[in-house]
């Protein structure tokens, strides 16, 4: 309790607080995408349940993995070597998740952009179950929360901070996991957007599982300017149906 109480009368806790909240939230956008675009292909009354149980696993996984850092920093030390590249079991670790997120995505991608696939499409919705779901939300639940934990085990050494910061960051994707699944299941260009965008994801995992790092900024910058655009033709678009309904 002492040790707590000390920590808080620290102005270098607190932004180290507020850095590693915003840097978990970041992180959990990554995250809270795949869910929600894959609980929105489930039945309309197991969508929301789908989410929270994604998001409560998430925050399990996190929490769990903090009461081991010990054995978390270990998984940074290479374990084998591949092509030259000494690979540790976090990078294996982002790599296959990365694949992973690729091969979702473009399989995704795939049934939006082929008129032959719509009705496979059609019956593949039909066919996700509320299991198979939960089980796909948790492997990238898992791959998420590692380059999560990692991330906050480099900018502080309070676990008592990282806590803070990891209920902080799964509150707002509670909070944020409705509104933006309704968001995607409304706007049917914003899915292949939010599709392209784990792919970007998939693929920077990739890069950083073979050692070539990828500068998150770049990436969400890269992310935010296509948001940009696509709100911008979203307002064009609704300008233009309001002119013709004006007209007629």
Same mark, same amino acid.
């Given at each position: 309790?002492?040790?707590?109480?000390?920590?808080?009368?620290?102005?270098?806790?607190?932004?180290? =607080?507020?850095? !590693?909240?915003? $840097?978990?939230?970041?992180?959990?956008?990554?995250? #809270?995408?795949? /869910?929600?675009?894959?609980?929105?292909?489930?039945?309309?009354?197991?969508?929301? &349940?789908? &989410?929270?149980?994604?998001? %409560? #696993?998430? +925050?399990? +996984?996190?929490?769990?993995?903090?009461?081991?850092?010990?054995?978390?920093?270990?998984? @940074?030390?290479?374990?084998?070597?591949?092509?030259?590249?000494?690979?540790?079991?976090?990078?294996? /670790? =982002?790599?296959?998740? %990365?694949?992973? =997120?690729?091969?979702?995505?473009?399989?995704?991608?795939?049934?939006?952009?082929?008129?032959?696939?719509?009705?496979?499409?059609?019956?593949?919705?039909?066919?996700? @179950?509320?299991?198979?779901?939960?089980?796909?939300?948790?492997?990238?639940? +898992?791959?998420?929360? /590692?380059?999560? /934990?990692?991330?906050?085990?480099?900018?502080?050494?309070?676990?008592?901070?990282?806590?803070?910061?990891? #209920?902080?960051?799964?509150?707002?994707? +509670?909070?944020?996991?409705?509104?933006?699944?309704?968001?995607?299941?409304?706007?049917?260009?914003?899915?292949?957007?939010?599709?392209?965008?784990?792919?970007?994801?998939?693929? @920077?995992?990739?890069?950083?599982?073979?050692?070539?790092?990828?500068?998150?900024?770049?990436?969400?910058?890269?992310?935010?300017?296509?948001? !940009?655009?696509?709100?911008?033709? $979203?307002?064009?678009?609704?300008?233009?149906? &309001?002119?013709?309904?004006?007209?007629?």
């Amino acid at each position: 309790m002492q040790d707590i109480i000390a920590l808080v009368q620290q102005p270098e806790a607190w932004v180290a =607080l507020a850095t !590693l909240v915003v $840097m978990e939230v970041v992180l959990g956008i990554d995250n #809270l995408l795949f /869910i929600s675009i894959l609980s929105n292909k489930l039945p309309e009354g197991q969508r929301e &349940r789908a &989410r929270k149980v994604g998001i %409560g #696993l998430a +925050l399990i +996984l996190r929490l769990g993995l903090l009461a081991t850092i010990a054995w978390i920093v270990q998984l @940074t030390q290479p374990v084998v070597t591949i092509l030259g590249n000494e690979l540790s079991w976090k990078d294996m /670790i =982002l790599i296959a998740g %990365g694949l992973f =997120l690729v091969w979702k995505a473009t399989k995704e991608i795939h049934h939006h952009v082929d008129p032959a696939d719509h009705e496979d499409t059609m019956v593949g919705v039909a066919g996700m @179950t509320f299991g198979s779901a939960i089980v796909q939300i948790l492997i990238l639940d +898992l791959v998420f929360s /590692i380059d999560s /934990i990692i991330t906050a085990v480099g900018m502080t050494p309070h676990v008592e901070i990282m806590v803070v910061a990891v #209920l902080a960051a799964v509150t707002v994707m +509670l909070l944020a996991a409705n509104p933006l699944a309704a968001f995607i299941g409304k706007n049917p260009t914003i899915v292949m957007l939010a599709l392209s965008f784990l792919l970007l994801i998939g693929t @920077t995992l990739i890069a950083e599982g073979f050692g070539v790092h990828v500068p998150k900024g770049y990436v969400y910058a890269a992310m935010a300017f296509s948001a !940009l655009v696509e709100g911008l033709n $979203m307002w064009a678009r609704n300008a233009r149906l &309001r002119k013709k309904g004006q007209a007629h």
